[in-house]
Nanobody
Framework: QVQLVESGGGLVQPGGSLRLSCAAS????????MGWYRQAPGKERELVAT???????NYVDFVEGRFTISRDSAKNTVYLQMNSLKPEDTAVYYC?????????????WGQGTQVTVSS
């Protein structure tokens, strides 16, 4: 079974930083795009950033310049470095990845990690 496991969430003060990790494991042949999404209480899940297999990145406006997405293909891991955090960044953060297994290509999601920005 392919699994995505996030880590690195927690409580941080406004202006602080956190680094999220998401590691994929299982019978993986290839990983294409990987991404981070978030869902705040009472809101829809929204895109934060994506990174392609070749390394090109895409960010939504409200995190550009503060967040950085990166990946280590050898470790099947994607990271999200979050700086200058604001209370409105509080949400459950989810990673996803488009993964090729012996059964074909599927989109997988992690279980989520809570990020709380508060003084």
């Amino acid at each position: 079974q392919v699994q995505l496991v996030e880590s690195g969430g927690g409580l941080v003060q406004p202006g602080g930083s956190l680094r999220l990790s998401c590691a994929a494991s299982g019978p993986i042949l290839r990983i294409n795009d990987m991404g981070w999404y978030r869902q705040a209480p009472g809101k829809e899940r929204e895109l934060v950033a994506t990174i392609a297999n070749g390394g090109s990145t895409n960010y939504v406006d409200f995190v550009e310049g503060r967040f950085t997405i990166s990946r280590d293909s050898a470790k099947n891991t994607v990271y999200l470095q979050m700086n200058s955090l604001k209370p409105e960044d509080t949400a459950v953060y989810y990673c996803n990845a488009f993964i090729n297994t012996y059964l074909g290509w599927f989109l997988y999601w992690g279980q989520g990690t809570q990020v709380t920005v508060s003084s």
